[in-house]
Nanobody, 122 residues
Framework: QVHLVESGGGLVQAGGSLRLSCAAS????????RAWFRQAPGKEREFVAA????????RYADSVRGRFTISRDNARNTLHLQMDSLRPEDTAVYFC???????????????WGQGTQVTVSS
């Protein structure tokens, strides 16, 4: 069994920062790609960023490039998302995911966390 647990969400003013974390436990899968997706109210879930766990190669959605940074802590098997210059349109539930292919498509990822709410006030 694989468990992904997100943390770090909350309420922040526009222009502020938050750092999300995703702790993994259970089956060892250090070669997997990890990613962040988000889902705003009334919208479909969308890709935010992904990182290759072994090489550290990263990919970002255009809407967050230059403001968000994805990183991983190999020793703690933990994924992070540093979010700076937050905007009201970043408000969403943020999910972490793990899969075998680096990419922006949901069905590339086999394992999902329950999500953490991020709310950005104007």
């Amino acid at each position: 069994q694989v468990h992904l647990v997100e943390s770090g969400g909350g309420l922040v003013q526009a222009g502020g920062s938050l750092r999300l974390s995703c702790a993994a436990s259970g089956r060892t899968f250090r070669s997997y790609t990890r990613a962040w997706f988000r889902q705003a109210p009334g919208k479909e879930r969308e890709f935010v960023a992904a990182i290759s766990w072994s090489a550290g190669s990263a990919r970002y959605a255009d809407s967050v490039r230059g403001r968000f940074t994805i990183s991983r802590d190999n020793a703690r098997n933990t994924l992070h998302l540093q979010m700076d210059s937050l905007r009201p349109e970043d408000t969403a539930v943020y999910f972490c995911a793990a899969g075998s292919v680096l990419g922006p498509v949901e069905n590339m990822y086999n394992y999902w966390g329950q999500g953490t709410q991020v709310t950005v006030s104007s």
